[in-house]
């Protein structure tokens, strides 16, 4: 799914992201770049691996909510600008389980409000 919509700038939906076991490089750059885009999709998977989310939401200037459920620590690895140029506020939803705490493009957006789910 690497690049998938990248470019979009009309998607204002993104489509559902089932998958719990992603394989390396599996979202890299998905929505990079759609401009439209307002809220991603819930993501269930509690491990990313290698450049999974890398560039996800880069350039996504609109996107204000993110229902992220990882509980390993980003990283620039796994989590390289993956948040880079979001809209300055909004709400990151992380897992309960998260002990992680970073900020800023390889993690919770910057200026961004936090609240927890429960798995």
């Given at each position: ?6 470019g979009?700038?009309s998607l204002v939906?993104?489509?559902q ?6 394989a390396?490089?599996?979202y890299?750059?998905?929505?990079r770049?759609c401009t439209s885009?307002?809220?991603?999709p819930e ?5 990313v691996?290698?450049?999974?989310y ?11 909510y993110?229902?992220a459920m ?6 620039t690895?796994a989590?390289?600008?993956?948040v ?12 309960a389980?998260a002990?992680?705490d970073v ?10 409000t936090v609240e927890?789910?429960?798995?």
């Open positions: 799914y690497s690049s998938m919509f990248s979009c700038t939906n993104a489509p992201l089932p998958v719990t076991t992603l390396t490089f599996c890299q750059s998905m929505f770049g885009l307002v809220n991603a993501l269930p998977a509690t491990i691996y290698q450049e999974g890398s560039y996800m939401f880069e350039g996504c200037t609109k996107l204000s993110i229902k990882f509980i390993d620590e980003p990283t690895r989590h390289r600008d993956w880079k140029g979001v809209a300055a506020t909004g709400t990151f939803v992380k897992n389980a002990t992680w900020i800023g493009s390889n993690g919770i957006p910057t200026g961004w927890f789910a429960e798995v």
